[in-house]
């Protein structure tokens, strides 16, 4: 499937400009995108060639989960800015945060575990963007709309080995973790597995979207993604009764959520702080209340 066959990321004329840089990143990242080779490619000459000498070229280092937001704003700044073009690489938190540091990017935006220090000591200029939750994904086939914190946690740790132990069909369970460095991972054993270990024979997948298609595909899988990336071909969980609505994530009853922040360096380029001051302002959070809740 192409990663960007979703509604939020379909083609524009400005977003097709970072084509051919973007493959050539993705192509090293598939397996795991633990880090890039080298600088993100640059697009300028192509993109003076389009749109004029005054084209500006920003580019975007986006964790996995704030991808489905990332590609939303770009391609809406896109359209009322014509003369900038976007060239996004999707990678772990960690990474885009160290490709902005070392200058191989101009903007990033990384998720961040709440229960971790805000201060990371590189200077950059941090802003929180939106408020993201990790949802608990199955296959639409086991009919299993609701679980408890409890059973969450049994099924991770490997104490349910059959969906009909709790109901459901006479299905292997299988369960997916997402990869260490991920922070929707740190947030869901965290608030969920207490004293608990995952179950030594849990998949692990390298990030939401790989998290979507193999439940899709498996009936007995069961898996948890940033809840931008829920679609039909899967069912969202309800955690002891809640569904991480803007509500509830308010409420705090909702017990997975987390921050998508903004991340700038305070010298670097002007296009980059433009985009970044469109994403927080008013325009910026119609887009953030598409799927996401917008922080208060």
Known sequence: MNGFSHPWAQATRTRALMAISLMAVIAGLIGGCQGVSGPLGGLGADVAAETGEDAALVRVAACWSSLPLVSELTSEYGRQNPRTAFDIVSVQADVARDLLATGQADVAVVSAD???????????????????AVAVVAHPSLGIGELSAGQVAALYAGEYLRWD????????????????????????????MGNKEVSSFALVVPHDRAVIEYVAEHPGAI???????VDE????????GHRPTA?????GQYPLGYSL?????????????RW???????RGRQVVERRYTVPR
Do not use: H, K
Request: net charge negative; glycine share 10%; charged share 25%.
């Open 114 to 132: 709440p229960a971790a220090g805000a201060d990371d000591g590189t200077g950059l200029v941090a802003r929180v963007l939106a408020v993201d």
């Open 247 to 251: 509500a509830d994530m308010r409420s």
């Open 276 to 282: 970044a001051v469109y994403s927080l302002g008013n």
């Open 261 to 273: 922040i903004l991340l700038t360096n305070p010298d670097g380029a002007r296009e980059a702080e």
């Open 165 to 192: 132990e709790l109901g459901g069909p006479a299905e292997a369970v299988e369960v997916l973790v997402q990869a260490p460095e991920a922070v929707e991972r740190a947030v869901f054993e965290r608030a969920l």
């Open 223 to 229: 898996g948890y993604v940033s809840n931008a990336y």
């Open 233 to 240: 071909r899967v069912c969202a969980v309800a955690i002891d």
